[in-house]
Nanobody, 123 residues
């Protein structure tokens, strides 16, 4: 499994960014893909996850972020709208084998991680 994130950058508050995760070696019917973020000095926290069971979002992401999977291209996208400076973070894509019918977004369940892409939101 190889995960490569892209799409991070600098944006003004209120703006939007679309993060992409290229997931090679992953069958979306068998894997859960998640986006997580980490501020230096803190643990990673869930942003949003997607699997065949559905999608899940952190409370701060609901209504602003959407997640989607492009099965043909093995890509997962995180569309982030109405960004605030508090969204400044390093964003990671992660994957794990997952067959349950329940939606899961627990970072400790994810086994493969990308290198991250930096999102900076200026005020």
């Amino acid at each position: 499994v190889q995960l490569v994130e892209s799409g991070g950058g600098l944006v003004q508050a209120g703006g939007s960014l679309r993060l992409s995760c290229a997931a090679s070696g992953v069958d979306f019917n068998e894997y859960a893909i998640g986006w997580f973020r980490r501020t230096p000095g803190k643990d990673r926290e869930p942003v949003s996850c997607i699997s065949r069971s559905g999608t899940a979002f952190a409370d701060y992401a609901k209504g602003r972020f959407t997640i989607s999977a492009d099965n043909a291209k093995n890509m997962v996208h995180l569309q982030m709208n109405n960004l605030t400076p508090e969204d400044t973070d390093l964003y990671y894509c992660a994957a794990t084998l997952y067959y349950s019918d329940y939606v899961m977004c627990n970072l400790y369940e994810f086994t493969d991680w990308g290198q991250g892409t930096l999102v900076t939101v200026s005020s």
